[in-house]
Each structure stands twice: as C-alpha cells, then as structure tokens.
C-alpha cells in the first residue's frame, strides 16, 4: 500500500511538474525582440555575419553609442567629424528598413562616473579638452552641447525609441555628489527632444544590478538609487533596463518576482540590454561559474517576465561569443571584456547554443 501511495504521489509531482511547465511555456512574450550589432570579430565579414544574424532573429536593432561626444562641434552646431558620419552612415546603411530602432546615447563616459569623453576627427573616447575635463554635468555649455548632439543623432537615425542616457543610476553608486547634476541635464535634454520630437518614446536607461545592490559598488550608496531612479522617472516616458547574469559579480536568481519591486513606477517598461554567461571564465583570477544551461535559463526567465509584463520590447546584447575579437581589445579592458565574452547566443564557430532556441521559441510564434 505505502509502495502504491509512492508512486501515485511521485505521478502527482510529474504532473504538476508538467503543468507547471505549460503555464511557463503560455508565458509567450510578442513584443519586439532584438540586438546590437556588436560583433565577433574587427573584420568585416564579422559586421555583415553580426547584420544578417539580427535581421534573421529579430525585429529591432539597438544603435549604442557610447563612444563620447562631440563636445566642440556640438556646442557650436559645427559638423560633425567625419568619424561620427562614418560610424552612423555604416550602422544605417546595414539596417533594414522594417526594422525598429532604438538608438542610445549618453553624456557619462563609459564608466558612468562623470562626463563624457570626446569623439572627435582622431576617433571616439578621446581625452577631454581642458575646457571640458572639470565641467558639471548641469553646466550650460554641457547641456547645450549635448542636447544638439540628441538632436543630431534623433535626425540622422529617426528611431523609434531614444534613451538619452545609459544606465544612468551607476553614477549614483560611484559618484553621488553629481547626480542632481544629472537629473538637471537629463530634464533639459528631455524638454527639448521632446518639443520637437512629441510621439517619440524618451528616457534614461537604469542598471538593475546597481539598483537593487547586487553589483558591489553599489552598496555603500544603494539607500539613494531607488530615490535617485523615483526622480530620474520623473522625465522617463519608460523604464528602460539592462540586467546581466555574470557569475557571482551578479548572481541573479531565476524567479517569477524579478521584476515586480519596478511595478510601482507605474511605467511601460522594455530592455535595453541583458545577457548571461554560457561557460565559466577566469577574470582577474576569479572563476565566474557558469553554464549553457544557466544562460539558457537566464533568457528564458527574461522573456517569459517580459511577456509577464507586456515589456515594450528586450534587446539581447550580444549575438555571438567574440573569442576573436578578445586579444584585440585594449589591455586595460580586456579582462573586464572577458565577464559578457560568452554570453552570444551563438558559440565562437557560430554553433547554436540552448539559449537561442528559447529565444527563437519566442521570436517564431
């Protein structure tokens, strides 16, 4: 008797196993889905691969420009360096027209911690000028500048969605003291792209792991994100996130509430940037334990919450491992490059991982 009541129970469990595996599976997210041309490789042949691969798997393709700003030429309305038209020519050129675009810009350099770098006929991330290097972010000059730049880059792309920052809130955990700065440029900006752009959906991104404290940095300060983002939304049509799954640096656990603590800002909300490591890798000597089974789950938790959600749309960072592309990387980035090298949905040989046939699940019905 206690033999049969086993496996009756065990039967039990396979089936609410499976039901609970169905109601997962109705969880079917139909908004836009797409990525960023960032590719495997400095050739060409790994730009057109990185082009067809977003056309064939998505709907929409995400211009990030995080390369600086043209301060010089923007205050001035000068035109714009012939290696700004160049990047942006090459990124138009190979998309689509039926294509959805989100395009990003941002006036914080890449480590989100103050201004921007330059991006002049020398190329991008250039040294700021001295008449730059110790101006706030609310300065005149800067919001001016800036501001023309959107303006320039909303006129040459016609996107149709504009973040006006990226993961804005990382400077609340590294530099507090300039987030009124922020939030006064950021309003500003906002006002005037939105005078002349009205039906054009507007915002500043926001870096989960920062806000929730999951990143370490952010700790000593996390009391001020969740302000600091309830002011940033105060001109934000969206709330536009980046999340990552990078080991222990962010550990983010699969489950059903992951983005309910963001419902309260009563928000259409989309995904700027997200994406998880496949395999471990060892950076700055510290293995960051992973598998395709974890990234596969990652992304599957993401989509289905976004279909929880009617997320306006998830954009998945990377297409495919840049292995190649690693050792060409300046030295002082390339261990941190080594954190998202493995989170492509497609191995180094192009081989199809777990990942992809989720996200493709998704992409088809």
């Not at 060409?44 to 030429?73: C, K």
């Not at 500003?188 to 806000?211: C, N, R, W």
């Not at 060892?282 to 293995?287: A, F, K, S, T």
């Not at 989509?303 to 002082?332: G, N, S």
Request: net charge negative; glycine share 4%.
């Amino acid at each position: 008797m206690k033999k049969y009541v086993s496996i009756v129970s065990a039967g039990l469990f396979f089936l609410m196993c499976l039901g609970s595996e169905a109601v997962a599976q109705d969880k079917h997210y139909d908004g836009l889905m797409g990525f960023t041309p960032w590719p495997y490789d400095l050739t060409t042949q790994a730009v057109i691969d990185t082009y067809r691969f977003i056309h064939e798997n998505g709907n929409m393709i995400s211009h990030h420009l995080d390369n600086g700003v043209p301060w010089d030429a923007a205050l001035n309305d000068d035109d714009l360096p012939q290696t700004i038209i160049n990047d942006w020519s090459g990124r138009l050129e190979r998309t689509d027209d039926e294509m959805k675009i989100l395009l990003s810009m941002t006036p914080l350099n890449i480590m989100r911690d103050g201004l921007a770098l330059g991006w002049t006929v020398e190329g991008d991330n250039r040294p700021l000028a001295p008449k730059w290097k110790n101006k706030k972010l609310s300065d005149p000059a800067v919001i001016k500048a800036y501001t023309n730049y959107v303006l320039r880059g909303v006129e040459f792309f016609k996107p149709d969605f504009l973040a006006i920052g990226i993961e804005a809130n990382i400077l609340v955990s590294l530099a507090p003291e300039k987030w009124d700065d922020y939030l006064s440029l950021n309003r500003q900006v906002y006002v005037a792209v939105k005078e002349k752009y009205p039906d054009l959906p507007i915002f500043s991104t926001v870096q989960y792991e920062h806000y929730r404290g999951i990143e370490n940095v952010s700790k000593n300060n996390l009391a001020k994100q969740k302000p600091g983002v309830a002011a940033l939304m105060k001109h934000s049509d969206m709330l536009v996130l980046s999340t990552y799954k990078y080991g222990f640096v962010h550990p983010n656990e699969i489950r059903d509430d992951y983005f309910d603590e963001l419902l309260e800002y009563n928000k259409p909300m989309a995904i700027a940037e997200t994406g998880a490591m496949s395999k471990t890798t060892i950076v700055m000597g510290l293995p960051l334990i992973s598998s395709e089974t974890n990234q596969k789950e990652f992304v599957r938790m993401i989509l289905e919450q976004a279909a929880e959600h009617d997320f306006v749309f998830v954009i998945h960072w990377l297409t495919m491992d840049f292995d190649k592309m690693l050792p060409k990387f300046p030295k002082e980035y390339r261990s941190l490059a080594k954190a998202w090298v493995h989170s492509g949905l497609l191995d180094q040989n192009k081989k199809k991982k777990p990942a992809y046939r989720v996200w493709r699940e998704h992409f088809e019905e």
